[in-house]
């Protein structure tokens, strides 16, 4: 199965995340970028207000078509219970070319159903596997990374 992985990350915690589910599954991989650096209390509230309100962002361009994938893994942190608004963007102008779908979101504790359902419902589809990693996930995330992947395998 060809398989892209398409992250967004602001401070890197998804980014590690994806990269380790990149290497275990020998995927491609793509960031998806924009130009708001949501930095400082004024970037965090705009972060989630723009995710909150279901805003859209100029993302930097991609190099990877979803349309010659199999599947495309999303990746994403929860930002007001929600995906990441540059990873919105994406889902929006790209779920038409998605064929399946699986994701994970990283995220402090809370709001990590809602944006894995959230996925689902901007894809069209249901998932092939979800998972969320906590702030506490992430000190030790491999047994759900494990469990991630071989359901996709
Ligand atoms: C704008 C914004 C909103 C957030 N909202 C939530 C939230 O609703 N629930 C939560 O548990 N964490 C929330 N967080 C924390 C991030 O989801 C968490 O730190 C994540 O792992 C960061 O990933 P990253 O380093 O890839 O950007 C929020 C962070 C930001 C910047």
Known sequence: ????????SRTNIT???AETIQKKLDCDIEE???NNKYSG??????????A??????????????PSDYDLIIIGTPVWASNMATPIYTYLMKYNSEIKNV????TCMGNGYEQTLKNISEVCGKEQISTIFLTAEDIKNPEEKINIFINEIR
Request: positive net charge; glycine residues 10%; hydrophobic residues 40%.
């Open 41 to 50: 209390k004024l970037g965090f509230l705009k972060g989630g207000m723009n």
């Open 32 to 34: 998806i970028t924009d």
């Open 15 to 17: 980014k590690e995340i």
């Open 52 to 65: 909150a309100m279901g805003r859209t962002t100029d993302i930097n361009p991609i190099s990877k078509n």
């Open 102 to 105: 699986a994701s994970f979101c």
């Open 1 to 8: 199965m060809k398989t892209l992985l398409v992250y967004y």
